[in-house]
């Protein structure tokens, strides 16, 4: 079998399963050669092994069931950033860039010369984190999560990008763990959002992200109540948190930041496909109008 024949029969696999099976097909065959969809259309005349052959049709079933493709390959990029991604976490999200545009726009105007500490709730494979270390050499950075696999994917991950020396990394049901004296100037979580009655079923890609990553409960706020019930006694006077929600859940979201924090500025900012998708809270007297 050569490279193009190898194609046609991916193509032909995917076709009643996806919408664009050619350029998935494809995809995968990049994956599997270790080589540039250049390269491989140039070259499609070149003999495949059987072993390559039977793996290509593994990693096709599975994309065929819905499987991310993040998954399959094992990575994901974010940020400009390449993560390690399994099962055990969700696959990040190009509109959850937007928190690190925010945190590191803020940081410019930050009050003091004094280095961040930052929180990141529910750390996941750390994208959020592990960004900001990278960007922020001197900030002081806390990686939360209360699953043991996630937070092993995550120091995966800061090692990858040689930032394990500067997080911290802690078990913890959001910030139950951390002691009194630990007080944040930026704190960013992407907590599980989606309603539960909104969470999709297979074949849905999201169907095979973790359920507990996902489910926000009811309305979707469940963590972010809680979360709010432990904020004022983790963060400085002068404070940025930036939480992403689904889109329909952020007035809800607004109403229990007043509640909890009824003198702090909140705006509702955007992500990259122009919807409401992240609340910013800014708490203090230096804090940006």
Same mark, same amino acid.
């Given at each position: 079998?050569?490279?193009?024949?190898?194609?046609?029969?991916?193509?032909?696999?995917?076709?009643?399963?996806?919408?664009?099976?050619?350029?998935?097909?494809?995809?995968?065959?990049?994956?599997?050669?270790?080589?540039?969809?250049?390269?491989?259309?140039?070259?499609?005349?070149?003999?495949?092994?059987?072993?390559?052959?039977?793996?290509?049709?593994?990693?096709?079933?599975?994309?065929?069931?819905?499987?991310?493709?993040?998954?399959?390959?094992?990575?994901?990029?974010?940020?400009?950033?390449?993560?390690?991604?399994?099962?055990?976490?969700?696959?990040?999200?190009?509109?959850?860039?937007?928190?690190?545009?925010?945190?590191?726009?803020?940081?410019?105007?930050?009050?003091?010369?004094?280095?961040?500490?930052?929180?990141?709730?529910?750390?996941?494979?750390?994208?959020?984190?592990?960004?900001i270390a990278s960007e922020l050499p001197s900030a002081?950075?806390?990686?939360?999560?209360?699953?043991?696999?996630?937070?092993?994917?995550?120091?995966?991950?800061?090692?990858?990008?040689?930032?394990?020396?500067?997080?911290?990394?802690?078990?913890?049901?959001?910030?139950?763990?951390?002691?009194?004296?630990?007080?944040?100037?930026?704190?960013?979580?992407?907590?599980?959002?989606?309603?539960?009655?909104?969470?999709?079923?297979?074949?849905? @890609?999201?169907?095979?992200? $973790?359920? *507990?990553? /996902?489910?926000?409960?009811? %309305?979707?706020?469940? !963590?972010? =109540?809680? &979360?709010?019930?432990?904020?004022?006694?983790?963060?400085?006077?002068?404070?940025?948190?930036?939480?992403?929600?689904?889109?329909?859940?952020?007035?809800?979201?607004?109403?229990? @930041?007043?509640?909890?924090? $009824?003198? *702090?500025? /909140?705006?509702?900012?955007? %992500?990259?496909?122009? !919807?409401? =998708?992240? &609340?910013?809270?800014?708490i203090g007297e230096g804090r940006l109008a």
């Amino acid at each position: 079998m050569t490279r193009a024949e190898l194609l046609r029969q991916g193509e032909e696999v995917l076709a009643t399963h996806l919408d664009q099976p050619r350029r998935e097909a494809l995809w995968i065959a990049q994956f599997l050669f270790g080589c540039s969809a250049a390269s491989l259309l140039a070259h499609d005349d070149l003999s495949v092994s059987p072993e390559q052959a039977a793996l290509y049709q593994a990693y096709l079933q599975r994309r065929a069931r819905g499987e991310p493709y993040a998954y399959i390959r094992g990575d994901a990029w974010f940020y400009g950033r390449r993560f390690i991604v399994d099962p055990r976490v969700l696959v990040p999200r190009p509109e959850t860039e937007v928190l690190i545009a925010l945190a590191l726009d803020w940081c410019q105007h930050y009050p003091t010369a004094d280095p961040l500490t930052v929180a990141d709730i529910g750390t996941g494979s750390g994208i959020l984190a592990l960004t900001i270390a990278s960007e922020l050499p001197s900030a002081r950075v806390f990686a939360l999560d209360c699953s043991v696999d996630a937070l092993s994917v995550a120091r995966a991950n800061a090692v990858a990008l040689e930032v394990s020396q500067r997080v911290s990394f802690c078990q913890s049901n959001l910030l139950a763990s951390l002691g009194d004296e630990i007080r944040f100037d930026l704190l960013l979580a992407n907590l599980p959002y989606l309603p539960s009655a909104d969470i999709p079923q297979l074949p849905d @890609a999201l169907a095979f992200e $973790p359920r *507990a990553a /996902l489910d926000g409960g009811s %309305d979707g706020l469940e !963590l972010y =109540r809680a &979360l709010f019930g432990q904020l004022s006694g983790h963060l400085a006077r002068e404070a940025l948190v930036l939480l992403e929600a689904a889109p329909p859940t952020l007035p809800g979201l607004v109403a229990i @930041a007043r509640q909890h924090f $009824p003198h *702090a500025t /909140l705006t509702l900012e955007r %992500d990259l496909s122009g !919807l409401e =998708r992240v &609340l910013k809270m800014e708490i203090g007297e230096g804090r940006l109008a």
